[in-house]
């Protein structure tokens, strides 16, 4: 059960050595806790006239000895005006291990509890300082790993999404007082309801939902990191352009085919954008079993990957197999012509977009680079990222939508439908209708401190 006053602590800063390192604590009796653990350096500060925001100098001592274990720096955050909108106290110690975890053994003797992960953000929703959308955002901008998925949850955080919600959800609303007039009092209504501007507002929110998800959905990559495939017959340079992509001999190369038959994968950095590299079994028809494993595999994490690097062998000419595996490719594609250095030749028309290279002689690898980065950076002017549990919400409440029809449906039908649309929408934006397995849920996922 979810007690929001019982007192809570957590280091805050990543575990290991360091300058500092920062405890919070937040819930009732958070003076109590200070009196018990921290004594003020000047000796005309106490706990009485202890004021809100401003930064104490002094040592932190051990419960219930007294005896002194750091100097340290308190801040007390008195309710509302915290971060949990409960009194809450950050304090900074030395970043030692031993000693970090010292002090918050210390702060928990004193009458608080380990936090769970999330827990503080949680607090933070539960007291109205917040709602799901802009708590998912907390999470998502400690998770960061680029400029884009930064700036598009610091958005979020802004209150972006909640925005977008709200104006949604007050179109509904709208037509829903058109609808339900005309149920409960249809007497006082002179005119008839317009069913083609009805029509027109719910199928122009239907678009403008699915916007948003198949948007959102493109900045995918950006969180879990952008997946490339490097794909090809045997023997054209895959697991040689592999090694060069992730800077290290990590696949073997041999010159004999079906060397690789199963998933390589390294993750590197570019330009800030996380990239998972996947090298994978050469595409062919095969009696080894354990190589036509391979090749099954393969075909699967191709067909799922956000960009396929296809290679092909310059020296051996293009088979009308690589032509028909190159077409079947949906997804976001180039084609590279390895082994320019030993032979070069013209690509049929089909294989484009592409670029020559020399793996071997790691010639022409900068294009590959700049390909990627030129594709993801298309990507740049969208604002709104939809985490697992708001995307799914969206979902279900959009099929609410799907499900009118205004020619042929009772307007109490239509009502009920625009009601569970509007009650799905909440659950992002109000707590009320979330029960408490599905808020831990939520927040399992954060660090413990945050």
């Given amino acids: ?229 490097i794909a090809g017959k045997p023997n054209v340079g895959k697991s040689t352009l592999f090694n060069v992509l992730i800077g290290e001999e990590r696949a073997i190369v041999t010159p004999i085919p079906g060397t690789t038959r199963d998933i390589l994968k390294e993750e590197i950095t570019l330009e800030g954008f996380p990239l998972k590299i996947f090298d994978t079994a050469g595409l062919r028809k095969s009696a080894d079993v354990v190589e036509e494993i391979g090749i099954k595999k393969a075909k699967e994490v191709i067909h799922s990957s956000d960009i396929v690097l296809f290679v092909l062998d310059a020296s051996q000419g293009i088979s009308e197999e690589e032509i028909e595996f190159w077409k079947s490719i949906e997804g976001y594609k180039l084609c590279v012509l390895n082994k320019v250095d030993l032979k070069d030749i013209s690509l049929p028309d089909i294989f484009k977009p592409f670029v020559k290279v020399s793996a071997k002689e790691k010639v022409g690898i900068e294009k590959i680079f700049d390909f990627i980065n030129e594709h993801l950076k298309k990507f740049s002017d969208i604002d709104i990222y939809l985490g697992d549990f708001e995307k799914n919400n969206l979902i279900n409440a959009l099929e609410e939508l799907k499900k009118i029809n205004v020619w042929d449906m009772p307007f109490d039908l239509i009502a009920f439908h625009l009601k569970e649309f509007v009650r799905k929408i909440n659950h992002l934006i109000d707590i009320k209708d979330l029960s408490e397995e599905i808020l831990e849920r939520i927040f399992e996922s954060f660090c413990i401190g945050k």
């Fill in 1 to 229: 059960m979810i007690v929001k006053s019982e007192p809570i602590a957590a280091i805050s800063t990543p575990a290991g050595k360091g300058a500092i390192s920062l405890i919070r604590a937040s819930g009732d009796n958070i003076l109590e806790i200070i009196s018990k653990i921290f004594r003020f350096k000047n000796p005309e500060v106490s706990i009485s006239n202890l004021k809100p925001r401003f930064a104490y100098f002094g040592y932190i001592v051990e419960y219930p000895t007294g005896k002194k274990i750091d100097e340290g720096i308190l801040i007390y955050y008195k309710a509302p005006k915290s971060y949990t909108g409960e009194d809450m106290f950050e304090l900074t110690c030395h970043g030692g291990v031993y000693i970090t975890r010292k002090v918050l053994e210390n702060i928990i003797r004193s009458g608080a509890r380990q936090a769970k992960p999330g827990e503080f953000t949680l607090r933070a929703v539960l007291n109205g300082k917040m709602d799901i959308t802009q708590a998912i955002a907390v999470n998502e901008i400690v998770e960061a790993q680029n400029e884009i998925s930064l700036r598009v949850s610091l958005n979020k955080l802004e209150g972006k999404l909640r925005e977008w919600l709200k104006n949604v959800k007050e179109t509904v609303l709208e037509l829903l007082k058109e609808i339900e007039a005309r149920i409960d009092f249809p007497e006082d209504v002179s005119e008839d309801i317009d069913l083609k501007f009805i029509e027109s507002k719910i199928t122009s929110l239907i678009r403008e939902v699915e916007n948003i998800i198949k948007k959102s959905e493109k900045l995918a990559p950006f969180y879990r990191g952008v997946s490339i495939v």
